[in-house]
């Protein structure tokens, strides 16, 4: 049997599975409106997605995920709680690793379910643990929801908050900022110069009679606010450099950040929300004592979660991308329901991994 028919099998199995466990099927189009990724993601999305259009329905992309569809579909028309479950194909560009593929598929299962976001989380992290098998993947977690609570509890100007938290899943963006803002590396000097021209360029629009345009205006209000700002104190500094580098044990991490929160009590109902999880975690029959959790895990590769974040890897071949993924998107269903919203989480499962491992392919 060709590979990828055994993949097919393989994701029909899953998808099974998946809806013993409560969840309806449901498709999306492999045509996706270029639009709505691009607001979410921005231009960077553009090098990793196969791009095309046409007259009629202007810019489309290859579906590069199925989470930013199935949230559409839930939010436009979808009924309360809900569990889906999909398998198909995603598309990834791949200009700098030609052995890594570009085509793949994906097994997934979302819950949208407002009564209970820590049982929700426990629920998807275990019905995914279950659809993997005996194969002994190391299991590893964290919650980008400590971090952005620890952001916007900083003694800081709303737009420093703002441009801190736009950046959690660039980290070396994030830390090039926390430095700037905190004092520790100087004003670049572009900036400078803007602010320094800025006043001039005024006076000169003011006396022919012209007004600066818009953006022009409020760009140069922020620099004015960012440079007249008080740097972010060092111990601030401290505590989100402490809560960056919690990675034990889940019940470990749990007494870390509880002593963080003394000191920094904005991430104390984040915590709450950690705590909460553990305990429907050991509901599910999950082993808390040897779960990882890494506060930033999940900073690189998952843009659009917003709370817990999970992933399972076979620690034998450190050649192989995560087997499994998956975490809370609150904040897309904000985006996307156009002022509705509900809690949301899934994962998405690769069966081609599961074969390879399983010496199948």
Known sequence: MPNKARIRARAAELRALFEAAGASPVETSLLQPAEVLLDLYGEDIRAR????????????????????????????????????????????????????PNEYTQVGYEVFDRENPAAADAEVFAVIRKGLGNLGLRAATGDIGVLKAAVSGLSTTERRKDALLRHIWRPRRFRALLDRFSGRSPVPASRTALLAAADPMAHDFARIGLRLD?????????????AEAAP??????????????????????????????????????????????????????????????????GRTSMEYYDGFVFGFYAEGRPDLPPVATGGRYDALTRVLGQGREIPAVGGVIRPRLLLELEGAL
């Open 49 to 100: 997605a196969y791009m095309t259009s046409d007259a009629v329905r202007g810019e489309q992309m290859l579906r590069p995920d199925f989470t930013v569809p199935v949230v559409q579909m839930h939010m436009d028309h979808g009924a309360e709680p809900a569990r889906y479950t999909y398998a198909g194909e995603v598309f990834r560009r791949q200009e700098d690793d030609p052995d890594k």
């Open 214 to 226: 818009s953006e022009v205006a409020a760009r140069i209000e922020a620099l004015r606010e960012d």
């Open 232 to 297: 972010i104190s060092g111990g601030e500094v401290e505590l989100i450099e402490a809560i960056l580098n919690v990675r034990e044990k889940l019940p470990y991490a749990l007494e870390h950040l509880r002593d963080i929160a003394v000191d920094m009590p904005a991430i104390t109902e984040a915590v709450y929300c950690l705590q909460d999880r553990i305990a429907a975690l050991q509901a599910r029959d999950v082993d808390i004592e040897t779960l990882e959790f890494e506060a930033s895990y």
